[in-house]
């Protein structure tokens, strides 16, 4: 554990998801190779499509609406819906086809399998403190049993723009009507987390799972208040 700035109060604990408490890399890449499948079997004249054509089609929406990143399930369902329309299928068919995409698209993304330390971490810390999932991405905790934990989970989107913007780290420190320097945030980005929490007022702790050096990191822009490299360390705070 390393500390880099003095550590404040602290009254809360907010938590990234992926790749924090869990390794998202195989669910996340099982789950893009079943969604594709599922919309290229949807119909016969979607049998042809290619995985560089659905990621043009996502692009050219992103493009048309710079703001529609923020909210990763809304993009992909409207991505979705966009090849089946350019596929041929009428309006009723491209949007049931991009609703059942999604259903079928969460099933697969909920197949998390969340370490034992995880648990065990958080259910210590959690009766000392209020924790808080604040993510950017479209895993749902109440899938893979880590709602019973949190006292609620900001979701990019629904909750406002994503990390690193201030949104939704100003909202979490608003619903637990503390300010946003009694929180300390832990995620495994450099951007999203650490620089988005610092800049949003919030204490950070950067989460270094893959041995990476914070002094030569490319995406390295502000000093995090303290590193861990396994989550357990966390319950030194206690
Ligand atoms: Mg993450």
Request: glycine share 4%; charged share 25%; with cysteine.
């Amino acid at each position: 554990m390393h500390f880099y700035r003095p550590l404040g109060n602290i009254s809360a604990l907010t938590f990234d998801l992926d790749d924090t408490l869990y390794d998202n890399v195989p669910v996340i890449t099982r789950t893009e190779k079943e969604a594709f499948e599922f919309v290229r079997n949807f119909h016969p004249s979607l049998n042809a499509l290619e995985v560089d054509a659905f990621h043009r089609v996502r692009q050219a929406l992103r493009h048309a609406e710079p703001d529609i990143y923020h909210d990763v399930t809304e993009w992909r369902r409207r991505a979705v819906e966009r090849a089946m329309l350019d596929a041929g299928l009428s309006e009723e068919e491209a949007r049931a086809g991009a609703d059942a995409a999604m259903v079928h698209f969460a099933s697969w993304r909920s197949r998390i399998e969340v370490p034992q330390e995880t648990h065990d971490t958080l259910k210590v810390l959690a009766k000392r403190w209020p924790l808080v999932a604040i993510t950017n991405g479209n895993a749902e905790p109440h899938l893979f049993g880590l709602d019973q934990y949190f006292q609620f989970v900001l979701r990019a989107g629904p909750h406002g723009r994503s990390k690193p913007f201030s949104d939704m780290y100003h909202l979490a420190a608003k619903k637990l009507h503390i300010s946003p320097a009694e929180i300390l945030h832990v995620g495994d980005d450099l951007t999203t987390d650490v620089a988005g929490a610092i800049r949003s007022g919030v204490q950070a702790c950067w989460i270094n799972l893959r041995d990476t050096n914070l002094m030569r990191a490319t995406d390295s822009r502000l000093l995090p208040h303290m590193e861990i490299s396994r989550l357990a360390s966390l319950t030194a705070l206690l």
